[in-house]
């Protein structure tokens, strides 16, 4: 699995926090604003979450412990890896996008070409 770089997540967890700073300093400041929420986008690319501060969490944990577990993997409450892609069950087991089943409990059907 690929790993974001580093020094690239220190460098936009730096900035994403100066421009946290600054955002709540003068948060009708467009500018800031905007690259407030440009860094915060682009923190989440890097650490594969949806929201700038659960990447922001990401990052540092991923500074702090060095891990090479992919920054992004979630962990069930049986304490096994979930990828971002994969939506769970009920009982918390992992479903892939193409293992979709329908209310009954049958494998959904698709429309072929």
């Known amino acids: ?5 580093r020094t690239e997540v220190a460098r936009y ?6 421009w946290e700073r600054l955002m709540l300093a003068a ?17 989440c690319v890097l650490m594969g979450e949806r929201c700038a501060r659960e990447a922001a969490d990401a990052a540092e944990r991923f500074l702090r412990t060095g891990s090479a577990a992919a920054p992004h993997e979630r962990t069930t409450r049986t304490g096994s890896a979930v990828a971002p892609h994969e939506r769970t069950t009920r009982t918390g087991s992992a479903v892939a996008p193409h293992e ?5 409990g049958s494998p959904a059907r698709t429309a072929s070409a």
């Open 13 to 18: 967890l730096q900035r994403y926090r100066a």
């Open 100 to 104: 979709r089943r329908t209310r009954s």
């Open 1 to 5: 699995m690929l790993l974001p770089a």
């Open 27 to 43: 948060p009708d400041n467009l500018v800031v604003r905007g690259n407030f929420e440009n860094t915060g986008y682009t923190l």
